[in-house]
């Protein structure tokens, strides 16, 4: 076969292709063609880029609306961590009262 009529099977092949509105790789299988082969006839032919797919009909662009997000979570307060003899962690924010932080780890410590 001449090269003119290699591009011209080849022509047909990827126009085929096309209409089917099929993967690459699934039209390929189907018509028993190397995808690899079907790849550099199409960049051979001035195709699309490797790995796109044709439009369907009727396909088009739609606006997309973007919604702010939202603010962040408020850092927590500053507090203290109080690490237990037994491998417990307390968490205690600065503003606790002093007789119920003692109190919270009288009762953990017996844990």
Excluded: F
Aim: net charge positive; proline share 9%.
């Amino acid at each position: 076969m001449t090269m003119q009529g290699k591009r011209e099977q080849w022509a047909e092949r990827i126009a085929a292709w096309e209409r089917s509105g099929l993967s690459r790789r699934v039209w390929c299988a189907e018509h028993g063609v190397n995808v690899h082969t079907l790849d550099y006839w199409r960049r051979q032919l001035g195709g699309r880029r490797q790995g796109s797919r044709p439009r369907k009909a009727g396909a088009a662009l739609v606006p997309v609306m973007v919604a702010p997000l939202p603010s962040p979570a408020p850092a927590p307060a500053p507090g203290l961590t109080v690490r237990l003899p037994n491998g417990l962690v307390l968490q205690v924010p600065l503003a606790a009262d002093a007789a119920r932080v003692a109190q919270w780890v009288q009762s953990l410590q017996a844990c």
